[in-house]
DNA sequence: CCAGAATTCAACCTGTTGGTTGAATTTTAC
DNA sequence: GTAAAATTCAACCAACAGGTTGAATTCTGG
């Protein structure tokens, strides 16, 4: 009965996307490398703060850190949403599928229920 | 400059997917209605830690509960998965043709350095 | 050399996750 | 009516998220 082994990277990409100000960082890249100063002044927030998500983002391999002299130049690296993509959109095709068949079979046994209410239950 | 309002139900469901528990209850539920003991048995937590989950996960609607007399059947409701899987897929989609005209770009300038230096100022 | 810029580190706070155990609640079954 | 089943509620705990402020670090430029 495989275990299934959910890997450990899609529960990182999936929590760094579930915050909107992890979000918008990254849109604000895919506008090219840019500073952490530059990229936290639009925020509400204190540097720190976005410090913090950047290195959130960093561990989740979405975002590079290039240093030059003083200054860290981040950028985009979107390979990890490949994963997460992937993932939903299978899950969400197998789940659903099942849950058709399920349907149509609950419906069948609904139809045939009613001319022999034999089996489970049978009206209600 | 719209303020790109990101919808906290995304927050919610990406939140949700974030943990293996969760996206194996989400499994298990795609074979059909099952009770929260059934549901946990397979699980090495308490009982109570999967109830837990089940109201997170009902919480991003993506699990609902239909009460029939003291047991209370979970089902599965991947609708919030089309959003998530969207969203996903449209940004990567948008983020790395971004990246991908940045890249051809800095090549061309590249080029066209190495041959023409001059453009601005002549000589360094 | 030295002021200042760009960052992180460290400590702290508050709220939430993810888990536990034990008690309450509601419903079924004898 | 009462025992037991199926759940949640309540309290607690450790860890982490998300934020703050203040100090340290590391570079740059006059």
């Given amino acids: 009965m495989a275990t299934q082994a959910t890997p450990p990277d899609l529960d990182q990409t999936l ?3 579930a915050d909107p100000t992890r979000r918008a960082i990254l849109h604000r ?3 090219g490398e840019m500073r ?3 990229l936290a002044r639009p925020f509400a927030m204190s540097l720190n703060a976005v410090s913090k998500h950047i290195r959130m983002l960093e561990r989740a391999r979405l975002v590079r850190r290039r240093r030059a ?3 860290h130049l981040l950028s985009l690296t979107p390979e990890p949403l490949d994963a997460a993509a992937a993932w939903i959109a299978e ?3 197998l789940w659903t599928a099942r849950l058709d068949a399920l349907d ?3 419906k069948a046994e609904d139809r045939a229920g009613t001319k022999t209410p034999e089996k489970k239950g049978g009206a209600r």
Avoid: K
Wanted: glycine share 6%.
């Fill in 15 to 17: 929590m760094a996307l």
């Fill in 29 to 31: 890249l895919s506008e």
């Fill in 36 to 38: 952490v100063t530059a």
């Fill in 69 to 71: 002299g003083r200054e």
């Fill in 91 to 93: 899950h969400r095709a």
């Fill in 104 to 106: 149509a079979m609950l």
